[in-house]
Structures are given as structure tokens and as C-alpha cells.
């Protein structure tokens, strides 16, 4: 069964790489015009990001927003999407061919302007400031209250991306799980299909695993497939999982259908070694680096925001501590260390760095 499309914007004059599908149980029509989950297991190089890239080509809109540190969401900037949105951290500057927008001023009319919006971790100064980018995104995705067509969602590397939420967020692993299982539910009320890949079929979750309405198997070397789905090797023979080539896959649907596929690998998609940064000239220049805020950490603007309060309100202690939901300890640290600042160095750097205007102004603390 060779899958077909209805494409839009500069991808209709351009050949579009196809999906190939022999049914080994059952058969099933898929639906490519309503927002499905698609989850691909396979190792390293064995295709899942290009298998992914192909099925991206064929939805109206492209949001790819979680890739590896190789920056391989760049690829699509010499793909036959013309209309591309780079969207980067607040603190970084880009010079590029292509519209560029700060994660803070991106709009969901902006958003949903462009065929293409993609995202990579060197637009990002730190771990935090990528995950908080990905927190506005979210927020963006949930204001879609009505849609034509679905938009598809493409998250690489699954198991990294709920790392690292516990590793900026200060999250549990369950705490992390369970935000990424609501994602997936919601995205498809909101017209998103989901992409995600694994490496391994126990990296995520069975609940994560059980939302899939379409699981694609690659090279998956000698691990083989997990007990619960073991079944499928009665029309899928053990060995053909090992050593498949990057354009092969079988597929098992939450109908329990399973077949055996094969794709065009995406001409487009990243070659190992390639720097894309320089091949597309694209050069991000970051200044200071501005601490942002979560449960355990006080950031830059929340310290500035305490600052004025104290200082321009003239607010007490306890009653900025209401106001920012900080404890008054908290908030007199803080009064502390903005002086120690301006002492040591005759500037506080937090207040600096988001220009707050109370840099160099020395606190006397007389309201508690």
C-alpha cells in the first residue's frame, strides 16, 4: 500500500518521498487527516529521525523542536520547505537566511504562519533556558482551539528529552514522566501529531508506549522486541529486526495490524559528521547568560521584580514575599546579596543583566 497525501505551500511543485506498506496481519487505512501519535524504536543510524522527517513532509505544518546536540532539525533548511521560522533563545543573537524570532516574542499567530518552525539546542546558552523555551511552546500549542488539518510535532530522542526536564527542572523522574505522558494526550485535541523515537523499547514508559496509535520497529540489533509485543514475530521473522537497512521498518498499529515498510529516505536529512551551523553560515552569538527562574532557584527578573518591590513600592519584607510566593527569608537572602553585589563589585549582576535600573542602588533594609 503506498501511503498518499494532500500537501501545501512550496512542497506542492517538489516530489514527495513516499511510505510503502505490505500488511502481514490485518489491514489498515491510515488516516494522515487527523492528529495520531507515532512512536519509532530502533538503534543508533537506524533511520528513525529520517523515517520521521519523511512523514513530517507530508502534513501541512512542521513543528520540530527537541533534537540531539548535533543539531540535526537544521536539515530542514535545505529541504523544499521554503517558508521556515528559526526560532532561538531570548539571549541569543542569529544572523541567518531564514526569519529568525526570540522564544519570548514568538506569537501563536507568528507560529502558525510558517510551514516549517524548528528549534535546536545550539540556539540555547543553557540547559535551562532550552527547557523553558519548550514550556513556551507547549503553551503556544494549547491556544489551538480549532484546526482544519493537523500540524506534526516532532520530538527526537525521547529519553533525553524527559532527562532533561529532571535535570533543569529539578523534577523526579515520575514527576517528568508523568508531565510528558499529559503532553502526549493533549497534543492531539489541539490538532498535533506526535513523533517521538527511542532507542530502546524500555527507555519510556509502557503508558507512554500505550499511547502510540502507530509504532514503528527498526534496526533494533540484538535487543530484539519486548515480551508484551512479542506476538509480531509470528509474521515478522526475529532476524529481520537486526541489521535492517535505515529505510526499511515494520509497523504495528493500536489495531493490532502489523506490516512490514519501507520509505524514500529524505535526501535532505543530516550525513554523521556534517556541521550544519557552518554549512548554512549560521553564526548565534550570545551575551550574558540570564539566570531564570524555577521551585528551588530565584532568577534574574524575579530578583529584580523583588528589588523594586522593596525599593521603588516600598513594600516590606513579608509583603513582597506574598507577592513573588517566597518565603521572607528568601526575599531579605536576596537584599543581601544584591548588596554584596554592589559592594564587591559596585553592580549587582543579577539586577544588571535584565536591566532593572537598581544595578548600582545600595538597599538599606529597614522594613522587615
Known amino acids: 500500500m503506498v501511503l498518499n497525501y494532500k500537501v501545501i505551500g512550496s512542497r506542492e511543485t517538489c516530489e514527495i518521498p513516499e511510505i510503502r506498506i505490505d500488511w502481514k496481519r490485518g489491514w489498515e487505512k491510515i488516516d494522515w487527516n487527523k492528529a495520531k501519535h507515532h512512536l519509532c524504536v530502533g538503534q543508533r543510524d537506524s533511520g528513525k529521525s529520517a523515517l520521521g522527517e519523511t512523514i513530517a513532509m507530508h502534513y501541512p505544518q512542521i513543528i520540530d523542536i527537541y533534537g540531539s546536540s548535533d543539531q540535526e532539525g537544521l536539515a530542514w533548511c535545505r529541504s523544499p520547505i521554503e517558508e521556515i521560522l528559526l526560532v532561538v533563545g531570548d539571549n541569543c543573537d542569529l544572523n541567518a537566511s531564514w526569519n529568525v524570532t526570540k522564544i519570548g516574542d514568538l506569537t501563536f499567530t507568528e507560529m502558525n504562519s510558517y510551514e516549517c518552525v524548528l528549534t535546536v539546542p545550539g540556539f540555547y546558552s543553557t540547559d535551562h533556558e532550552l527547557w523553558n523555551a519548550l514550556e513556551t511552546f507547549t503553551g503556544l500549542f494549547k491556544k489551538r482551539i480549532r484546526f482544519n488539518n493537523p500540524s506534526f510535532l516532532l520530538i527526537r530522542e525521547a529519553s533525553n528529552f524527559l532527562y532533561s526536564r529532571i535535570g533543569t527542572k529539578g523534577d523526579t523522574g515520575k514527576d517528568a514522566k508523568r508531565e510528558f505522558i499529559r503532553f502526549q494526550r493533549e497534543m492531539r485535541h489541539f490538532g498535533y501529531s506526535l513523533f517521538v523515537d527511542s532507542i530502546r523499547w524500555t527507555s519510556i514508559d509502557r503508558e507512554m508506549r500505550d499511547l502510540a496509535d502507530y509504532t514503528y520497529l527498526k534496526d533494533l540489533s540484538y535487543v530484539g522486541v519486548s515480551k508484551d509485543i512479542s506476538f ?39 550525513i554523521p559528521g556534517e556541521d550544519l551551523m557552518q554549512q548554512f553560515d549560521i553564526r548565534p552569538e550570545f551575551g550574558d547568560v540570564i539566570e531564570l527562574s524555577d521551585s528551588q532557584t530565584v532568577g534574574d527578573a524575579e530578583h529584580a521584580e523583588m528589588m523594586k518591590l522593596y525599593i521603588e513600592d516600598e513594600l516590606s519584607m513579608q509583603r513582597v514575599a506574598a507577592i513573588v510566593n517566597r518565603s521572607s527569608g528568601t526575599v531579605m537572602g536576596h537584599i543581601n546579596r544584591h548588596n554584596m553585589g554592589i559592594a564587591r563589585k559596585k553592580v549587582c549582576m543579577k539586577c544588571k543583566r535584565v536591566n532593572s535600573g537598581f544595578e548600582t542602588t545600595w538597599i538599606d533594609k529597614k522594613r522587615r
Request: no cysteine; aromatic share 20%; glycine share 10%.
Open 232 to 270: 509480531i514475530y509470528k509474521y515478522v521473522h526475529p532476524r529481520s529486526f537486526a541489521g535492517l537497512g535505515p529505510q526499511y521498518f515494520a509497523i504495528l498499529t493500536s489495531k493490532a495490524n502489523i506490516g512490514l515498510g519501507d520509505f524514500d529516505y529524505p535526501q535532505f536529512h543530516k
